[in-house]
């Protein structure tokens, strides 16, 4: 068993590991009830051994208090390794926290229904939850209900996206206006003076200020301060219908045969392919985020690099503070929780794969 694992134990899952109930393991940890010395040893070898996290369960066990955090987010089929990856955190807090009480309730709804968010947090409500994480994409149709719960003092901490008309307990994600940043010193790094520059965007990104918009606009105030000179293109609004989208996309770099392409919104697969059937793997190929599909174009370099955000850290750090924060009574010290960027390429790929990339 690895480390990670160790640290990652519950007492169930060492009451197994131990062939004794959990009971029999909550009575020795707190040298409550009988037990035998054999058993004893065997417990607080098993303790040693796995490095078991020391935690306030004793208390929550004994008033049999429990903790439950609503996260309340949303989904899209196309890009289904991003809200795998949110999941997986969120799961991997509650195995860490399980033993103190905490539950989550998860309602997740398709991107492009607003509505069902909006009456599932009503209804979340309604059934008397406290707390609540909300990741939304169309905010403008949901924060007013965010800001009913925050003026009913509800916890309120908000996931990935910012909402500018809403004060939450904090914001956890990245920083966007920063990964734009770092997206014109790859463009610095990777591309020759002069290069021509072509920016991918989906046309469903449009007006999207929360992502899109904060990274355009760290990209676009980095670039005067580069001391290389790059010929930006008209940017491409690419259709958000998949079939239209790879269309459009080998349209645009067929007639515009760029130097340098710059992928905003999840099209690097497709970049990819064009530059790879046609024999362009020296245009420089950018973007962002890391999923199964464009695994294999960053292995050979069609793809330079990546700018990778750690979704699964970010959706357990939300987790865990706002648990830390009802449980324990630790505040927030910060607005905003930015977790770090990542830059992924060829020969660090292998450390940035999700073991459903494998």
């Known amino acids: 068993m690895s480390n990670n694992t160790k640290n990652r134990m519950t007492m169930n899952q060492l009451a197994k590991e131990l062939n004794i109930s959990r009971t029999t393991l909550y009575n020795i940890m707190h040298q409550k009830g009988a037990f035998s010395e054999e058993t004893e040893k065997r417990v607080f070898k098993a303790l040693e051994d796995y490095n078991f996290r020391a935690n306030n369960n004793a208390r929550n066990l004994a008033k049999h208090r429990e903790y439950k955090i609503a996260f309340v987010g949303f989904y899209s089929m196309r890009f289904k390794y991003f809200f795998d990856e949110i999941d997986a955190g969120i799961e991997r807090a509650l195995a860490d926290y399980e033993d103190d009480g905490l539950q989550i309730i998860k309602k997740y709804s398709d991107r492009e229904n607003p509505g069902q968010q909006i009456i599932d947090l009503k209804e979340l409500d309604e059934q008397g939850i406290e707390n609540f994480i909300v990741f939304c994409y169309h905010y403008e149709y949901v924060y007013p209900q965010i800001q009913k719960l925050i003026e009913k003092g509800k916890n309120?901490?908000?996931?990935?996206?910012?909402?500018?008309?809403?004060?939450?307990?904090?914001?956890?994600?990245?920083?966007?206006?920063?990964?734009?940043?770092?997206?014109?010193?790859?463009?610095?790094?990777?591309?020759?003076?002069?290069?021509?520059?072509?920016?991918?965007?989906?046309?469903?990104?449009?007006?999207?200020?929360?992502?899109?918009?904060?990274?355009?606009?760290?990209?676009?105030?980095?670039?005067?301060?580069?001391?290389?000179?790059f010929e930006i293109l008209e940017n491409a609004w690419t259709s958000p219908v998949p079939e239209e989208e790879k269309g459009e996309i080998r349209r645009v770099l067929e007639e515009r045969n760029p130097d340098v392409v710059l992928d905003f919104v999840c099209n690097l697969e497709y970049a990819a392919r064009y530059l790879e059937e046609r024999g362009k793997q020296n245009t420089v190929l950018l973007g962002y985020d890391v999923y199964p599909e464009i695994v294999p174009y960053i292995k050979n370099s069609t793809i330079d690099a990546v700018v990778y955000q750690d979704l699964s850290?970010?959706?357990?750090?939300?987790?865990?503070?706002?648990?830390?924060?009802?449980?324990?009574?630790?505040?927030?010290?910060?607005?905003?929780?930015?977790?770090?960027?990542?830059?992924?390429?060829?020969?660090?790929?292998?450390?940035?794969?999700?073991?459903?990339?494998?």
């Open 156 to 229: 309120v901490m908000l996931f990935s996206r910012r909402i500018p008309e809403v004060q939450p307990l904090c914001s956890v994600g990245c920083n966007d206006y920063l990964s734009g940043e770092l997206m014109m010193e790859l463009l610095h790094k990777f591309a020759p003076e002069g290069s021509r520059v072509q920016l991918l965007i989906s046309e469903h990104n449009h007006h999207d200020n929360l992502v899109v918009g904060e990274r355009l606009a760290g990209f676009y105030d980095a670039l005067p301060k580069s001391k290389k000179r």
């Open 313 to 358: 850290s970010q959706s357990y750090k939300a987790v865990q503070l706002m648990f830390e924060y009802i449980c324990y009574g630790k505040r927030m010290k910060q607005e905003n929780y930015y977790l770090p960027l990542n830059v992924v390429f060829a020969s660090n790929c292998v450390y940035f794969e999700c073991s459903d990339m494998e």
